[in-house]
């Protein structure tokens, strides 16, 4: 007879919940009654569903390889393999993150595609197909993830040349796209219908050459930004100038005029993600005036309502003791994965406290005000706090680069750390936000 049957379930369930992640997991394996009071108490769910943000994947432009921006991991943390070097193809060649959703990074080498946790170091290789992608992971719905082929925007007549499309008929009544699912195992076609009214129709959209390099990467389509949020995929397209929301449970998609128009999105940086509220929309003004909208959705209406309007002039011109000065300090993220080709001064072996996630109430103590150097020339979106209306900047100056912080609540600025030496530049081509998930569906590990 087992004797945790005569255990009340609360007091087995006290007992499981004191295991570490993985052996809870094999726990809930081994007996059915295990099993049904895991599952009850949700005891694997703060594991398995990412509730804390670990740090940001960068691609830098003149990198063959990721770099993961992040505090130093503790003991206590699973180890985060900034350039995925676990993985066996990983060699010669452009690497880069093509997408990340709740744990999961979509990665592209040459023609391959891999899906990966960098967490648990395991990952799947999928057929690449050369365009744009996307990927959607659900933990709290499904193990299973899909890669959405963006290979075209709705309506997109292509020339000759499919890197230079000349006239966009936006938006058609139905949409047809690539699907990979990780439960068949296959590619599908899959049809969206377009609900509601088009905002309005763009037609004859010259994109100039620096509008089309934002599309077009490397030989592959690059849509500019996505985000998952509650069951839909949202994708910035046309520029910045329209948000395509595909609904993934009836497949149906719906085209979303952003808050700035077409003049504005050749010069504003549009960018689109997922915060506290859910979708946001953020842009750039004038190289220093950042304006965020909030997406209110209901039955009634779909809309943007303005969140904050931020003035950043006031961390471009800081002049104070300079951020090299502050690589020691307490709690500053520092660059991992640094190869062969690194260049950024090898700054992670300098800090060696061991810290937990990042915590904006808390961490990077350091105003802005006194870390950093020289009057900023450049500023990029790296990506909003996916819990906390935080935005994460990258700032440029003749002292090299640095992460902040800013938030949307009081426009207060935090240091983050150094991101790159190289003066008036940063460089880089891609930046997602990491929330750590354990997922255990992915087919092969490194152990293998």
């Known amino acids: 007879m087992d004797q945790t ?59 063959t390889s990721p770099r993961f921006f992040a505090r130093p991991a503790s003991t206590r943390q699973p180890a985060v393999d900034g350039d995925l070097g676990f993985l066996p193809h990983y060699g010669s060649g452009s690497r880069r993150i093509v997408d990340h959703c709740n744990g999961l990074l979509l990665y592209r080498d040459l023609r391959r595609l891999s899906v990966v946790n960098p967490a648990t170091r395991r990952w799947e290789d999928l057929e690449d197909d050369g365009f744009d992608a996307r990927l959607v992971f659900d933990p709290a719905v499904s ?50 219908v377009r609900e509601a009214e088009a905002p309005e129709t763009v037609t004859n959209v010259q994109l100039d050459p620096v509008e089309r390099r934002s599309m077009w990467w490397n030989g592959h389509w690059c849509c500019s930004s996505s985000v998952y949020w509650r069951g839909s995929l949202y994708l910035l397209h046309c520029c910045g100038v329209f948000v395509v929301r595909l609904s993934l449970s009836d497949r149906k998609y719906r085209v979303i005029k952003t808050p700035i128009n077409i003049d504005e999105c050749k010069k504003a940086q549009p960018y689109i993600g997922k915060s506290e509220k859910g979708v946001y929309f953020a842009s750039m003004h004038n190289s220093f005036r950042l304006q965020v909208w909030t997406l209110v959705e209901s039955s009634e209406r779909v809309d943007w309502v303005s969140n904050s309007i931020i003035d950043l ?69 790296l990506g909003f706090h996916p819990y906390k209306e935080v935005i994460f900047l990258g700032l440029t100056s003749s002292q090299g680069g640095v992460g902040v912080a800013c938030h949307l609540n009081g426009s207060k600025f935090q240091y983050l750390g150094i991101l790159s030496q190289h003066t008036f530049w940063l460089g880089i081509q891609g930046s997602f936000p990491y929330t750590p998930c354990i997922s255990g569906h992915l087919l092969k590990s490194f152990r293998e």
């Open 5 to 63: 049957e005569a255990l009340p379930e609360d007091a087995l369930a006290g007992i499981l919940g004191r295991l570490r992640p993985r052996d809870l997991a094999v726990c809930r394996c081994v007996r059915k009654a295990w099993r049904a009071i895991v599952d009850a108490s949700g005891l694997l769910f703060p594991h398995v569903v990412p509730l804390t943000l670990r740090g940001l994947f960068l691609n830098y432009r003149n990198r």
């Open 313 to 381: 002039k006031a961390c471009a011109t800081v002049k104070s003791h300079g951020s090299h000065n502050m690589e020691g300090t307490l709690k500053t993220w520092i660059l991992d994965g640094g190869g062969d080709d690194d260049d950024v001064d090898g700054n992670n072996t300098r800090t060696m406290i061991e810290n937990l996630d990042w915590d904006s109430d808390d961490d990077s103590i350091v105003n802005i005000e006194d870390a950093y150097e020289g009057i900023c020339n450049h500023i990029c979106f």
């Open 143 to 192: 193990l299973h993830y899909e890669v959405f082929s963006i290979w075209l925007e709705p309506g997109e007549v292509i020339t000759e040349n499919p890197a230079k499309p000349d006239l966009i008929e936006y938006p058609p009544s139905t949409w047809t796209l690539n699907v990979f699912s990780s439960s068949t195992r296959q590619w599908e076609k899959r049809l969206f």
